[in-house]
């Protein structure tokens, strides 16, 4: 027998003793018959002729949830919630009513092991139908409908979670966070960065989320803000590799080149392995002339990335203009080699 079916009847037992109408006593026999559309009936003229009796109301919810009317039930074990005074009652309707609901969530969650995503959120629709408020409903409905490519209807679970949520708590966290993922994507980069901005008013130290945020500053060309946000994350976390490598690119695109050198210099110290760091420092380099400083740049480049054509390129000029023209030559045919003309 399932679990919330002996609530029901618990239920049923423990009303026996008081004074019951016959919509009531019959609603309860077709109940053990599990002759549900005559309970459904019978619970159905009990709560019109007494519409505080919230008992009524609790079976009723179970007889629709039998017969697949899973909105109505929902709306039933509401008013049932509502109307019942007696703690006791009380707990044994939202008992009954989240292990109602709980069935299909258990039941979606298998499906979405198997990947049945649009199958998984079908379930999960029924749960949030069966208990309006159930928020990890919606929230693991939210995730398979977009698992499932289906953005919008995902979007709308999504905002449900974020309705039911308290301001500081871990759903409404996620919630934020897809909708900022999702504006990215969508390139709605103000949107995005509304969503982030939220979330770090409650967690203003996440370097995951300031990078986040500077990042799509600097999509928005807004380059002094972005690197704003990235001191901030070398306030809190002064080695950050990434943190420094951006303030570098940056930098450089404000025309900073002494600046971005400076960064440049710190992040391949730090990680000397970093050929986009030895990259970028090699340009940087160039523009200032620091000819031998470029030159070795390059070459630690060429070495990470022996395909990197551009790097031969630039080691090549790098090489001429220290008088070394043999080995210029030499990287020029490595690099037309490459497809670099």
Not at 144 to 165: C, F, H, N, T, Y
Not at 237 to 263: C, T, W
Not at 268 to 275: A, M, W
Not at 288 to 304: C, G, H, I
Request: charged share 25%.
């Amino acid at each position: 027998m399932k679990t919330w079916r002996v609530l029901v009847l618990l239920l049923a037992v423990s009303a026996v003793v008081a004074c019951q109408s016959r919509y009531m006593t019959s609603g309860k026999v077709y109940m053990q018959q599990a002759n549900w559309e005559k309970a459904r009936e019978q619970f159905e003229l009990e709560v019109q002729t007494t519409p505080q009796n919230g008992e009524a109301h609790a079976f009723l919810a179970q007889s629709y949830i039998e017969l697949g009317q899973y909105q109505k039930a929902g709306e039933s074990f509401e008013v049932a919630k509502n109307t019942v005074k007696a703690p006791k009652k009380l707990e044994q309707i939202q008992g009954s009513q989240r292990l109602s609901a709980g069935e299909h969530v258990k039941r979606g969650n298998s499906l979405f092991g198997g990947e049945k995503f649009m199958e998984a959120a079908e379930e999960y629709d029924i749960a949030t139908q069966i208990e309006p408020n159930y928020r990890d409903a919606y929230k693991n409905r939210g995730v398979a409908l977009l698992r499932a490519g289906a953005m919008d209807e995902g979007k709308k679970a999504w905002a449900a979670v974020l309705r039911l949520s308290q301001r500081d708590d871990e759903s409404w966290v996620q919630a934020h966070d897809v909708f900022a993922k999702l504006a990215m994507q969508d390139s709605s980069y103000a949107e995005a960065l509304a969503h982030t901005d939220s979330v770090l008013t409650v967690k203003p130290a996440d370097i995951e989320l300031l990078s986040f945020k500077a990042g799509l500053l600097d999509a928005m060309e807004r380059p002094e803000e972005a690197l704003g946000v990235y001191k901030q994350i070398l306030a809190i976390d002064p080695g950050n590799v990434d943190a420094l490598f951006n303030v570098g690119v940056i930098n450089s695109k404000l025309g900073r080149i002494e600046e971005a050198e400076e960064a440049f210099l710190m992040v391949v110290e730090k990680v000397p392995g970093d050929k986009e760091a030895q990259y970028n420092m090699g340009v940087m380099a160039m523009n200032l002339k620091r000819w031998e400083m470029a030159r070795d740049a390059f070459q630690k480049v060429t070495d990470l990335d022996p395909e990197h054509g551009q790097a031969w390129q630039n080691l090549g000029i790098c090489l001429l203009n220290l008088g070394d023209t043999v080995g210029g030559r030499t990287a020029f045919d490595r690099a037309s080699a490459l497809g670099i003309k």
